[in-house]
């Protein structure tokens, strides 16, 4: 989890932008990107799931090597 040191600044009294060290924003992105990959691979893995599979073992039997 990251640790965020933000700045909330208001415009007419109310909330309007959060200001945070770079780094601390290239880290939420960083962490971001690597959710949107395993959301995307569970996704894959989800569809697929059913999709009959060779061992490895098999293929090389297939083709002759081992």
Do not use: C, W
């Not at 894959?44 to 039997?61: G, L």
Request: hydrophobic share 35%; no cysteine; glycine share 2%.
């Amino acid at each position: 989890m990251v640790s965020l040191h933000t700045k909330i600044l208001e415009k007419d009294g109310k909330k309007e932008f959060v200001v945070l060290p770079y780094e601390e924003f290239v880290q939420i992105q960083e962490e971001l990107e690597d959710y949107e990959a395993l959301k995307a691979l569970r996704d894959a893995k989800s569809k697929e799931a059913d999709i009959p599979t060779t061992s490895f073992n098999d293929v090389k039997k297939e083709i002759d090597i081992e």
